[in-house]
């Protein structure tokens, strides 16, 4: 990937980085996904959904909730957006949502990688691509919008100018390229960076654009442009292998994931936003908790797989609420004709 990518700097001149970034992440042959980059135990980090199984089943009620709130249609549609193999579609349709008693749980997914190893059969569908839209139902994306291609700016002097890769002595370098306007209004601060994530408000704005009646759901690390304007570059932009942090995100393009805080102010204006904790615990988190240690209480004895799973829920519920891990990531909601 690096001799390719210095290839194209050599034959074109130096790319810009929502360029550099789609290439390490999505190139089909070198890119991150392509090659087999995934979240979960064994991949290179964990989300919620990797988390266990209770994380769709709490999503499973968020489901059930707007499904009421539009009166309980039928056809009513699930699109989850960075699918990956399918694990919180499993979790979700385990946990039974009466939403989808005649409804479909659409994944999509833009690695054919990831998709060859989704569920199929009834009540499952995949894409690579967001339905244009006629949806009555939800989108749920969790951990996308950080891992949609963006761009960087560098303050010089009074101005901003994008960030581009370029090439210094056979390496690959970050080089300051033409001036720019910010993605929000803000001053240029001497040693300011700040992202421009143009990519995840138009993945939103065409998300809402496919329903034409229920809720949107994202759910990130998020932050503000201005808020990242005062931090090192580094504490926002991060790059993560086998679980651990990995280098500059010009280290050995496409064998590192690369991600982002999303920046909220970027993006239309949502809802509501909460914290996970809080998003969890107004969907009946603790009813679920409660529920799995009943079980493993009066099962414990015969230790089958109902009492394994009701005692790992109270594992799985300080995962998903710990306020300095997953707990404190963003939820996001937009609400249409609901
Ligand atoms: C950080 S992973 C999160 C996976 C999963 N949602 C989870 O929480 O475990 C992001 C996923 O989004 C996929 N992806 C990125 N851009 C996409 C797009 N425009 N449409 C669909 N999937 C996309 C990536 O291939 C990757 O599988």
Redesign the pocket.
């Known amino acids: 990937m690096a001799g390719r990518l210095a290839d194209r700097i050599v034959r074109s001149g130096p790319i810009p980085y929502p360029e550099f970034v789609e290439a390490c992440l999505y190139d089909e042959t070198h890119g991150f ?1 392509a090659s087999g980059g ?2 979960g135990r064994r991949g290179d980090f964990l ?4 988390v266990g199984p209770l994380f769709g089943a709490v999503l499973a009620r968020w489901m059930d909730d707007v499904w009421e709130a539009l009166g309980q249609p039928g056809g009513f549609t699930v699109v989850e ?4 193999r399918g ?2 579609a499993r979790a979700v349709v385990a946990a039974g949502p009466r939403c989808l008693e005649a409804g479909t749980y659409l994944m ?4 054919a990688v ?1 998709r060859a190893d989704q569920p199929s059969g009834i009540g499952f569908a995949s894409s690579a691509h967001l339905p244009d839209g006629g949806i009555t139902g939800v989108v749920v994306a ?3 919008l950080d ?2 291609p963006f761009g960087l700016l560098a303050a010089d002097g009074d101005q901003w100018r994008s960030v581009r890769v370029g090439l210094e002595a056979d390496q690959l370098v970050e080089v300051l390229a033409e001036e720019c306007l910010p993605p929000v209004d803000i001053a240029p601060v001497p040693g300011a960076r700040i992202p421009d994530q143009g990519s995840a408000a138009a ?1 939103t704005t065409g998300a809402l654009e496919s329903l034409d009646f229920g809720a949107l759901l994202v759910v990130d690390y998020t932050s503000t442009t201005t808020e990242m304007a005062t931090r090192p570059v580094d504490q926002w932009l991060r790059t993560y292998r086998g679980h651990q942090q990995g280098g500059r995100p010009i280290d050995d393009p496409g064998s590192q994931d690369i991600t982002v805080e999303v920046a909220v102010d970027q993006l239309p204006e949502p809802t509501s936003t909460t914290d996970q904790a809080t998003f969890l615990a107004a969907h009946g988190i603790d009813d679920l908790v409660a529920e799995g240690r009943q079980t493993w209480t009066e099962q414990a004895t015969t230790g089958d797989l109902a009492a394994v799973r009701g005692r790992s829920r109270i594992v799985e519920a300080e995962a998903l609420r710990d306020p300095t891990g997953l707990g404190g990531f963003t939820n996001l909601e937009w609400r249409v004709g609901c």
């Open positions: 996904y995934a979240a989300t919620s959904p990797e957006a960075g699918a990956g694990t919180l999509v997914e833009r690695s990831l969790n951990e996308l891992n949609l993945w």
